[in-house]
């Protein structure tokens, strides 16, 4: 007597990642424009109405993704999301912070801009928990006294992220290799840093820009 094949059990939760590991890596390897359910579910080893049952909509499915990028990066970048409320803002690496974005960023460009994207498009941006803790710890930067006058917190956040998800883009066109890769990621780490430190105008030579800023800020 042949026995009955035992069915497996459902496991919602454990589905859900399957689709979404499969969304990561046709994301990385395509962007957001070559992104179908009908591929990823294909990927994922599941069938299209299991994939529609957990993500009824290819924007849902982007959105998930990003959520996913964004713990990843506030993780890679701030630790432990359950320790940030302990973190004395003064007293921050600003070195090692800028390296750890700056080498996420070259390790995972597609996925990062997908991100920025997405949050970018967002009604409230402060609903993200990475854009929340890094334009947020600016802002309360800005407020001590190691931080230069008038800082845009939120402007700055923005340039500093759409510079750190788009250089990769252009390192890893002239990069040869992995070490390369890293060390352009340094490079752009460090242009940050200087950046911030010293600018790139001489005020003594640019008076009418010094009065404009000192006029609007």
Request: glycine share 6%.
């Amino acid at each position: 007597m042949t026995k009955a094949k035992t069915r497996r059990p459902r496991d919602p939760a454990a589905t859900r990642e399957v689709i979404l590991e499969a969304a990561r890596t046709r994301l990385a390897k395509d962007g957001p424009e070559g992104l179908s359910l009908v591929e990823v579910a294909k990927l994922a080893g599941v069938n299209r109405g299991t994939a529609y049952q957990h993500f009824e909509t290819r924007e849902k499915l982007i959105k998930a993704t990003a959520d996913w990028v964004s713990d990843k990066l506030f993780r890679a970048v701030f630790g432990d999301p359950d320790n940030v409320g302990e973190r004395d803002v003064a007293q921050v690496d600003v070195f090692e912070l800028t390296d750890r974005l700056s080498s996420f960023a070259m390790e995972n460009p597609e996925l990062c801009r997908v991100w920025l994207l997405q949050v970018l498009s967002l009604p409230d941006p402060a609903s993200d928990p990475f854009w929340r803790e890094y334009e947020g710890s600016i802002a309360r930067f800005a407020q001590t006294d190691r931080a230069a006058a008038n800082v845009d917190s939120e402007a700055l956040s923005v340039i500093m992220l759409s510079g750190a998800f788009l250089w990769p883009v252009w390192a890893r066109a002239h990069a040869k290799g992995g070490d390369e890769s890293r060390q352009q990621a340094r490079r752009f780490a460090n242009e940050c840093l200087r950046l911030s430190m010293y600018g790139s105008l001489r005020a003594d030579r640019f008076p009418e820009v010094a009065k404009r800023l000192k006029d609007e800020m």
